[in-house]
């Protein structure tokens, strides 16, 4: 029993050191959140932050701010990475925005991606709903990542329940 204990222990330290690796350097970017190796999302960053970014070999933006984005796609692409726009409504976010979001992610194939908007409630979302749709994570896995950012409202929890509902038909 105690040797499964140590197991255990051993296990788990090794995991939450892989997870602190990870995330070493985005500690000052707002609502930062890894959710894998390849995937990870945020609020807005200080354009400074994208070389921490690149330097991780993230390969790819996604930005689902809506608006003027131009200096934030001059710089991202100056460093050698791709950005790309979905401009999601906040108050009306639109089945075809998260549609935008799978195709666009099934281009990048196995690229270390970068999702953001403004305080990575929006982003959050979206990455929760693409791990469920289209990466087969368990709901409770990837609900665990959501809920350390935020608790959707303003419409955003019927939203996700549409659009979850809309990939199970």
């Known amino acids: 029993m105690k040797k499964f204990i140590l197991v255990l222990i051993l296990i788990l330290s090794t995991g939450m050191a892989i997870a602190t690796n990870r995330d070493k350097g985005f500690e000052n970017i707002n ?7 390849n995937l990870a999302s945020s609020g807005m960053l200080d354009l400074e932050e994208y070389q921490n970014i690149k330097a991780y070999g993230f ?8 608006g003027n984005q131009l200096k934030e ?9 791709t950005y790309e726009q979905i401009p999601v409504d906040w108050d009306n976010p639109k089945l075809s925005d ?12 196995d690229d270390k ?16 709903l693409y791990r469920i ?3 087969g994570v368990p709901i409770d896995e990837a ?4 809920a350390a950012i935020w608790q959707p409202k303003d ?3 019927e939203y996700i329940d549409a659009t979850l509902a809309a990939y199970q038909s």
């Open 155 to 157: 419409g955003w929890q």
């Open 73 to 81: 796609q001059k710089y991202v692409e100056s460093l050698d990475m």
């Open 113 to 128: 991606v970068y999702v953001h908007c403004q305080l990575n409630w929006r982003a959050s979302s979206f990455v929760y």
């Open 59 to 66: 390969k790819h933006v996604v930005n689902l701010i809506p």
């Open 98 to 109: 998260f549609e935008n979001f799978v195709e666009l992610m099934k281009s990048y194939g």
């Open 133 to 135: 749709t289209q990466l």
């Open 31 to 37: 609502n930062y959140r890894s959710v894998s190796e």
């Open 143 to 146: 609900l665990q990542d959501l």
